[in-house]
């Protein structure tokens, strides 16, 4: 079945410590994207990336660091300099950037709660 | 900079009736795409419809359709017969490089 992943479901983290969001899909998807969910609010960028060892900066990426190495896995690291880390955050995978392939299709989803 | 702005934090709708959800946007593009997401307590986020701003003809699937007006920048989402498995909260959003999200509506459906 094709489709995203992300692991683990629940992140427990103590202050000062980096931990790493894991998001792989196999839709053979060139775009990925992080997106941070807090309690009523929508979904806010983190950072998207339209191909391999190229990546973005959404609107919230102080904090924040990824990677893409492979066209299947990006990763999201939470670093110790983020000041509010505990969300809910959502990895999205698209065919392409924008308007004409933008259709982004989810992942189930991680909850990291700062300690 | 795009805004989606969704003005019904919650509605409620009785099981085998209609709601409507709303949603306006504003953005500079010419050619841009629309969604609705549904979000249901699993936080699973699941799209519903999408909408090419570029076609007149409003989308529909199944017992959801959009009422799509360009020139009003409004994008609301019809649920007709509802049914309980509707429970969720729904995300419109807007197309730029990335998606931009209202703050969404938890919609009730009650027996």
């Known amino acids: 079945d094709g489709g995203i992943t992300q692991s683990p479901k629940y992140l427990f983290r103590k202050e000062g410590q980096n931990v790493t969001l894991s998001c792989e899909q196999n839709l053979n998807h060139d775009a990925m994207y992080w997106y941070r969910q807090d309690p009523g609010q929508g979904l806010r960028l983190i950072y998207y990336s339209q191909i391999v060892n190229d990546f973005q900066k959404g609107d919230i990426a102080e904090g924040y660091s990824v990677s893409r190495e492979k066209k299947e896995s990006f990763p999201l690291t939470v670093t110790s300099a983020q000041k509010n880390p505990t969300a809910f955050y959502l990895c999205?995978?698209?065919?392409?950037?924008?308007?004409?392939?933008?259709?982004?299709?989810f992942g189930p989803g991680t909850r990291l709660t700062v300690l | 900079a795009q805004t989606v702005t969704q003005s019904q934090p919650e509605m409620s709708v009785q099981e085998a009736e209609t709601v409507t959800l709303s949603c306006t946007y504003d953005t500079s593009e010419s050619d841009y795409y629309l969604f609705w997401y549904k979000q249901p307590p699993s936080r699973q986020m699941i799209l519903v419809i999408r909408?090419?701003?570029?076609?007149?003809q409003n989308a529909t699937e199944n017992r959801f359709s959009v009422n799509f007006q360009k020139a009003a920048k409004s994008f609301s989402l019809k649920i007709s017969d509802s049914q309980l498995g509707d429970a969720a909260m729904y995300f419109c959003a807007c197309s730029g490089y990335a998606l931009n999200f209202g703050k969404g509506t938890s919609l009730l459906v009650t027996p």
């Open positions: 999205a995978s698209s065919v392409d950037i924008g308007r004409l392939h933008g259709t982004q299709y």
């Open positions: 909408q090419e701003a570029y076609k007149q």
